[in-house]
């Protein structure tokens, strides 16, 4: 047993060493291509479930290589968070958005795009007030862009609250993302001031299956009527996924049944012919 306890003890190190070079890897990589501007955005169409109607599209963040290798978010956002690089990061998306999205929005009043804020970005407020800089003089309305506060890593509760009613006062509608995955969801969904509650897609992938999330599933929707949320579900797939959702009356949701994220160009021509339908 001896020799086997020290193969895996060895192999953990091992691992460990490995995984913390792979981050410093990704970090300094991160902050050239921060300075180069490696990143562009995709969006995800938002469907209103009863009419089928595209409201707007969530914006996510792609980082592609110069070698044309891309790194999934969910990989950079972490590194970016803990090295401050979000900072830069958030404001190119802000730009970006703006840049892709300005004619769409101007155009058409009713449609809105959903910016993605980290723990951060929220906590700190500095975010925000970029945003509302940028917006100035564009012709879009604060009403069109929706922010996402995910709860992941929350630090600075009070602060974010302050940061997140003066962006309702702005106009903005703000959702609280990721809901249920995180360790304190209770209690912002208590203290922070919100308008939508976006249902993370291990619940939506949990409808049907008899699994032990599935009756939590319905509790988060229940949660959020009697709260006065709206609810936008994540990661529909399925149309067994659609018909509950339907039923339980979530106005909106997303996901690869309707459409997978799209370069600006495709998502602009998606929502038109979505409104002709
Ligand atoms: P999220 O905010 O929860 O975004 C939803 C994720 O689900 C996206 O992954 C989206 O592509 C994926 N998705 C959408 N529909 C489906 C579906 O039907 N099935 C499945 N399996 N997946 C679906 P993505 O784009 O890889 O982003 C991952 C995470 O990275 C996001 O999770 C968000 O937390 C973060 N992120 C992305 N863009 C930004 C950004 O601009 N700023 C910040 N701060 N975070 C971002
Ligand atoms: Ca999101
Ligand atoms: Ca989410
Ligand atoms: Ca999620």
């Known amino acids: 047993l001896l020799p086997l306890g020290v193969a895996g003890a060895a192999f953990g190190v091992f691992g460990v060493w490995w995984l913390s070079r792979r981050r410093m890897t990704l970090r300094s990589e991160l902050t050239s291509a921060v300075r180069r501007g490696e990143f562009s955005m995709q969006y995800q169409p ?5 009419t089928g109607i595209c409201v707007g599209a969530e914006s996510l963040v792609r980082w592609s290589r110069p070698d044309g290798t891309s790194v999934r978010p969910d990989l950079f956002i972490p ?8 900072n830069a990061l958030t404001d190119h998306v802000i730009d ?13 009043r009713s ?7 980290s723990a951060g970005d929220v906590g700190s407020g500095r975010a925000l007030k970029v945003l509302s800089a940028k917006l100035q003089g564009t012709g879009i309305h604060p009403q069109q862009i929706w922010l996402e506060a995910t709860e ?13 009613a003066a962006a309702r006062r702005a106009g903005h509608c703000v959702a609280i993302d990721d ?4 360790y304190s969801s209770l209690q912002y969904l208590q203290t922070l001031p919100l308008d939508a509650l976006k249902i993370d897609k291990s619940f939506i992938e949990a409808i049907g299956t008899h699994s032990a999330t599935s009756p939590v ?10 709260l006065g949320l709206f609810t936008v579900a994540e990661g529909v797939e399925t149309s067994a996924q659609l018909a509950y959702l339907q039923a339980r009356q979530v106005e909106f949701g997303q996901g690869w049944l309707f459409s997978k994220p799209l370069p600006a160009e495709e998502f602009i021509r998606y929502h038109e012919q979505r409104l002709k339908q």
């Open 111 to 117: 449609a809105h795009i959903a910016i993605n804020l």
């Open 79 to 86: 590194v970016a968070e803990e090295t401050g690089l979000i």
């Open 152 to 164: 992941r890593g929350f630090i600075d509760i009070q602060g974010a609250r302050t940061s997140l």
């Open 46 to 50: 938002i469907i209103e479930l009863d």
């Open 217 to 226: 599933t319905s509790h988060i929707i229940d949660m959020a009527k009697t």
């Open 96 to 108: 970006q958005v703006i840049q892709d999205m300005r004619e769409l929005l101007v155009r058409d």
């Open 179 to 182: 809901f249920g995955v995180g």
